[in-house]
């Protein structure tokens, strides 16, 4: 084989490799970066949804606590009616 020519292949080989290297690292970087907002998304969300768990549960008890009152003083208010005075 001529000298020129396996240069020439050997040059477009590598060229090959160094090109193909730097679009499957650009590839890795931009899926990476994907990956990491995917994860941040994904820690937001779980931070939203315990958020609204805990707002659900306090609106819940008060809910729970003021028509216990109610029932409470519903019950003295009764009582209350009953006694002689």
């Not at 000298?3 to 590839?27: G, H, K, N, P, T």
């Not at 970066?33 to 937001?44: I, V």
Request: charged share 30%.
């Amino acid at each position: 084989m001529d000298c020129d020519r396996l240069m020439s292949w050997l040059v477009q080989q590598r060229l090959f490799v160094v090109i193909y290297r730097a679009l499957a690292e650009a590839f890795a970087s931009e899926h990476a970066s994907r990956l990491a907002a995917m994860h941040a998304a994904e820690r937001n969300i779980e931070e939203r949804r315990d958020a609204l768990k805990q707002l659900y549960r306090q609106r819940r008890q008060q809910t729970i606590t003021r028509e216990l009152l109610d029932v409470v003083s519903g019950f003295e208010a009764v009582s209350k009616a009953d006694r002689p005075m």
